[in-house]
């Protein structure tokens, strides 16, 4: 699937895994060794439907602190529309 189907795919905004869907609560977990200096985002859909990768991509590495950079997605997400509810967490590992 390419980055435009899956833009456009009718089923794209479906949950797969949500807590309090059933009684039972599945844990999706990965490790990965993050290097100091490695910025992690964290976000809704309210970011990343209404900015592009790119435009995120730029304001996470433009800023030099983390909470800067979320700002700078918070603007950018409201001056695109801003449709939706938008949350943004950019971890810096030190």
Do not use: F, K
Request: with cysteine; proline share 4%.
């Amino acid at each position: 699937m390419t980055r435009e189907e899956a833009d456009n795919h009718p089923q794209g905004n479906q949950l797969y895994s949500a807590l309090g869907m059933s009684d039972e609560t599945r844990i999706d977990s990965w490790t990965r060794n993050l290097t100091p200096g490695t910025r992690m985002l964290l976000c809704s859909d309210g970011l990343w439907n209404m900015v592009p990768d790119e435009e995120i991509h730029r304001l996470t590495l433009a800023n030099a602190l983390p909470h800067e950079a979320c700002a700078r997605m918070v603007s950018a997400a409201n001056e695109a529309g801003g449709q939706d509810n938008i949350s943004v967490i950019l971890l810096q590992i030190t």
